[in-house]
């Protein structure tokens, strides 16, 4: 019998769980802050369930000779050495939609409260002031809320609004239009969202395309009036923006949940009359908290008793027959993922995998997962290569895979079809004996190109000059180019260049290579090899 330690204070249901699964299981709820007695015991245990007073190092995991599981109820895993774990084989779980109606909720309550100007109104009346007249709120029906992001979280506001009668809006780049059908919203770009919304709230997660996507360039963009709630992630709105926006009227006001900075004691916003402010409430509800802790249980139960993984923040476990075989390909699949994915800017509709020659008679689903995690990744952040399928899934892609025979010159191909509304884009690679990962295909056409940290992909018109110019303008810039790919469907026709750079490009300097005479499109692409 599998035998599980609970750590920290949880609900006594989620015990009753793992007894009806057949797990035996041991309460301690304050071991978790003794990490001597912890390192004592662990080794004891094949499954430890925490919420965040255990901090799981290197060291507690040293200890953990039996350990094959660890499951956080809740979202954050900052207190877990996942790398240390990672290099056990020990599986990491967390339970990140036990909390989507709780935050939802906050957001919506955050908007009420913000049109209303209840918080402001009850300090005054608790002063003693009767300042009826001061308190003129707006009303939420018939208003048009913008919803930046609308998966989990976002879906659920975009449901308790039309309930308020209001019109929702929705930008997410991975928003089908079925999907949008399915949510009652409008999808549309966010330059539209801005000039429109009533009330604009954020539900997005904070990467490099979403960091202060709420500038001073997008409030101006705004109407005269508009009210911003954000119960999302701290940074996603420029704070000094915001304070300039709200002193000047051009923003009625601002609710807001996190902070770019947290424990945020100190922050400028803080003494506008015309700002809302919580201490990152989204989850703190009585349901929310039992809700992680039932599904951590369930979560833990299920992997112990039949392998099933779910949530995993880590890569699943790989038998060690497998592993020799599978590893190489699972690379392949995350970099020709994350080649589409860095160049994909509209809705996903359909993903289609095909596996060619030896590569088609493994185990092809660790391949799928890696490769969806490398699609995702780039616009959601928060994505692995376990919950990427479950995430496509949400959100409407339809991912088919075709396993065939050696029909090229390759002995293993790997080809990734994405299919947005606007277009199909194919990418395909193979990997050689050396292990090393190639692409050998882009829409369609060949060449053959290793991946390197630093790329830069080109599509441009077939024309003589073009190359001299490329690589004068790159001489020009400091850009030192490691190797220069090319490829073209026929003479005069379209043509592409992939080429490895020693360093990041900037923006300024994607810019002048965009403007380039024969640029069609230029993006830098980032991996992580």
Not at 59 to 85: E, F, Q, S
Not at 97 to 113: D, K, P, R
Not at 260 to 269: C, F, G, I, Q, R
Not at 290 to 317: D, H, K, R
Request: contains cysteine; hydrophobic residues 45%.
């Amino acid at each position: 019998m599998a035998k599980v330690l609970v750590s920290d204070k949880i609900s006594p249901a989620a015990i009753e769980i793992f007894k009806a699964n057949g797990v035996e299981v041991d309460y301690l709820p304050d071991v978790g802050k003794d990490k001597e007695k912890l390192a004592e015991i662990i080794g004891q245990y094949d499954g430890l369930a925490i919420r965040s007073a255990t901090k799981v190092t290197d060291k507690i995991l040293a200890h953990a000779t039996n350990l094959k599981v660890i499951g956080r109820a809740g979202i954050g895993v900052d207190n877990v050495d996942i790398p240390a774990a990672t290099a056990k084989g020990v599986i990491v779980m967390n339970t990140p939609f036990g909390n989507s109606i709780t935050t939802a909720e906050h957001a919506i309550s955050m908007m009420l409260a913000l049109a209303r100007q209840i918080p402001e109104a009850d300090a005054s009346t608790r002063a003693s002031k009767w300042e009826k007249n001061r308190f003129m709120g707006v009303e939420v029906t018939n208003k048009t809320l913008g919803l930046i992001g609308a998966g989990n979280i976002g879906s659920i506001v975009a449901d308790r609004a039309q309930g308020l009668k209001m019109k929702v809006i929705a930008f997410d780049p991975f928003l089908t239009p079925e999907r949008a059908i399915d949510l009652g919203v409008e999808k549309v770009e966010l330059d539209d969202l801005l000039a429109r919304a009533d009330f604009i709230t954020l539900h997005t997660p904070l990467i490099d395309a979403t960091r202060n996507i709420i500038s001073a360039e997008a409030i101006a963009k705004m109407k005269d009036g508009v009210r911003i709630i954000n119960c999302a992630r701290g940074g996603l709105i420029d704070e000094a923006a915001l304070k300039d926006a709200l002193d000047a009227g051009k923003v009625a006001g601002a609710a807001l949940d996190v902070f770019l900075e947290e424990p945020a004691k100190d922050n400028p916003l803080f003494g506008l009359a015309n700002v809302i402010c919580t201490p990152h409430l989204g989850a703190s509800t009585t349901e929310a908290q039992e809700n992680v802790a039932l599904q951590v249980a369930e979560q833990i139960s299920a992997y112990l008793n039949t392998g099933e993984v779910i949530n995993a923040l880590n890569f699943p476990s790989i038998s060690a027959e497998e592993a020799p075989k599978l590893t190489p390909f699972v690379k392949l699949a995350e970099l020709l993922g994350s080649f589409a994915g860095q160049l994909t800017e509209t809705a996903i509709s359909g993903i289609r995998i095909e596996f060619e020659g030896d590569v088609s008679a493994l185990n092809t689903k660790p391949m799928v997962a890696a490769l969806l995690n490398g699609v995702l990744k780039p616009l959601l952040g928060e994505v692995n290569m376990v919950s990427a399928p479950a995430l496509a899934k949400d959100r409407g892609i339809a991912v088919e895979t075709v396993n065939r025979e050696q029909v090229g010159a390759y002995d293993n191909l790997i080809r990734l079809t994405v299919v947005t509304e606007r277009q199909e884009r194919s990418v395909a690679g193979t990997v050689y004996g050396s292990k090393a990962p190639r692409i050998v295909e882009i829409k369609n056409i060949t060449l053959e190109a290793e991946v390197t940290p630093h790329m830069l992909y080109i599509t441009n018109e077939d024309k003589p000059g073009f190359i001299g110019r490329l690589g004068t303008l790159l001489g020009q810039l400091g850009i030192n180019i490691a190797n220069f790919n090319l490829g073209r469907v026929e003479q005069g026709k379209d043509a592409i260049a992939l080429l490895s750079i020693d360093s990041e490009m900037t923006d300024g300097e994607l810019t002048q290579i965009e403007g380039l005479e024969g640029v069609k499109q230029a993006k830098r692409l980032v991996f992580g090899v």
